[in-house]
Nanobody, 121 residues
Framework: QVQLVESGGDLVQPGGSLRLSCVAS????????MHWYRQAPEKERELVAT???????QYAESVKGRFICSRDNAKNTTYLQMNSLKPEDTAVYYC???????????????WGQGTQVTVSS
């Protein structure tokens, strides 16, 4: 069984910073690409950032230059450093990862439960 657990969400003022973490645990053989998504109230879930196992990153236009995604492969963890936060960044942030579990022949996607980020004065 594989689990993803996010943490780090909080209430922060506009212009502030937060660092989200996502830890994968369980019977993991390897992790390929990891992603951060977010979903604001009454909006569709959107892809925010992607990081490959080699550390190559891609970002949504709305967060480029403000968010930095990184990972620690030894800890099965990905991070999302969010700077210059805006009210429109308010959302539940979800971690998603392509994981190959031990004794499994292929990768499948797993989701975390989400962590709330609220940007408000």
């Amino acid at each position: 069984q594989v689990q993803l657990v996010e943490s780090g969400g909080d209430l922060v003022q506009p212009g502030g910073s937060l660092r989200l973490s996502c830890v994968a645990s369980g019977s993991i053989f390897s992790i390929n690409t990891m992603h951060w998504y977010r979903q604001a109230p009454e909006k569709e879930r959107e892809l925010v950032a992607t990081i490959t196992s080699y550390g190559i990153t891609q970002y949504a236009e709305s967060v480029k230059g403000r968010f930095i995604c990184s990972r620690d492969n030894a800890k099965n963890t990905t991070y999302l450093q969010m700077n210059s936060l805006k009210p429109e960044d308010t959302a539940v942030y979800y971690c998603n990862a392509d994981v190959r579990a031990t004794a499994r022949p292929s990768y499948r996607q797993y989701w975390g439960q989400g962590t709330q980020v609220t940007v408000s004065s």
